[in-house]
């Protein structure tokens, strides 16, 4: 995964789009049916507002490119009538590199991409469109220069690999002033920004006591809201299940595989083929050799129709469908 990780380092993926149909698995509080969700990351989608472009360098792969909180509100209603309910930002917060998952300052709005008040009309108009805002929230990890590193030692432990594979500053979540710090930060956001929910990174290090209290005070705030989570497989939320996508990858990559295995477990939680994460599920057909839009036409129709929750997604860069 290594060496596909470096797409969303390089900048080639521009959106996510993700089709949630969870008709035995709640995403939210309340059922829903039908659920169409839009990644995106927000550098890389559209610069809509010269006046924050800070420290652009559209020839740098590791540089901002200039996406903002305005381009996305410029784009609203074409997610709109692309039947988009809900779309995810990836990290907005105050950052070390453009993809947000190296956070310096989890209740700041990196200006790169606007500020608070910027944020705020985002969610008001995606609300106005019939579209909910999630929030990535990457927990994990900090950037090296965060203020924990220097100022709260025991918030944070050794080094280690965070979701791109980088070598960061990992967050101690077995202090309780670390948890309760989280837990007050995600309530933050939807109090000042009125977003509807949060896509949470998690590891095997992270308490899933305390998963089940951030949901707690998640719905504490808004029983409807959104809790997905990425890295662990639980009952609390709404979780990815890699698990399913490597064994359905493998089979749907090429032809002549049986499905059947992918019907022996219980199907709960999210299923998907590709995440913000992992390798685009086309690369993986062309690696093997195999028409990507074939592959992506039998993989769509398997995950439309197995019960339980279920996640499609496509991925969209310089604009251009990979499946039609």
């Known amino acids: 995964m290594g060496t596909d990780m470096n797409y969303i380092k390089k900048g080639i993926p521009f959106m996510l789009l993700i089709f949630l149909l969870l008709p035995s698995v709640s995403v939210l509080a309340k059922e829903q049916m039908d659920e169409r969700v839009y990644y995106i990351l927000v550098d890389r989608f559209v610069n809509g507002d010269n006046n ?31 039947g988009i309910t809900t779309i995810n930002l990836s990290p907005i917060m105050v950052a070390s590199s453009y993809n947000g998952f190296d956070p310096v300052d989890y209740q700041s709005v990196d200006p790169q991409f606007g500020d608070m008040a910027d944020l705020q009309q985002l969610v008001a108009e995606a609300h106005e469109n019939d579209m909910e805002v999630v929030l990535d929230f990457p927990i ?15 918030w944070i432990k050794d080094a280690s690999t965070n979701q791109l594979e980088e070598q960061l500053p990992a967050i101690n979540l077995d202090s309780q002033e670390v948890q309760e710090y989280f837990l007050e930060t995600a309530v933050y956001w ?28 998640i719905f504490n705030e808004d029983e409807q809201a959104t809790l997905i989570i990425d890295g662990m497989e639980t009952e609390v939320g709404s979780s990815m299940l890699p698990s399913f996508r490597t064994e359905a990858v493998t089979i749907l990559k090429q032809p002549g595989q049986s499905v059947e295995p992918l019907l022996r477990n219980e199907l709960t939680g999210v299923h998907y083929l590709e995440s913000v994460l992992t390798p685009r599920f086309a690369h993986e057909a062309v690696q093997a050799g195999f028409n990507p839009v074939t592959r992506w036409q039998l993989a769509s129709t398997l995950l439309y129709t197995l019960p339980g929750g279920r996640l499609f997604s496509i991925r969209v860069w310089k604009c251009q469908w990979i499946m039609v």
């Open 52 to 82: 924050n472009d800070i420290e652009i360098d559209i020839d740098n792969p590791e540089a901002y490119y200039g996406g903002d909180f305005q381009g996305i509100i410029d784009k609203l209603s074409n997610l709109q009538k692309l």
């Open 140 to 154: 994990t990890h900090v950037a090296e220069n965060h203020s924990w590193t220097s100022e709260n030692t025991d």
């Open 190 to 217: 939807m109090k000042s920004a009125n977003v509807d929910g949060f896509h949470i990174y998690v590891n095997d290090q992270i308490p899933e006591l305390f998963i089940e209290q951030l949901r707690e005070r």
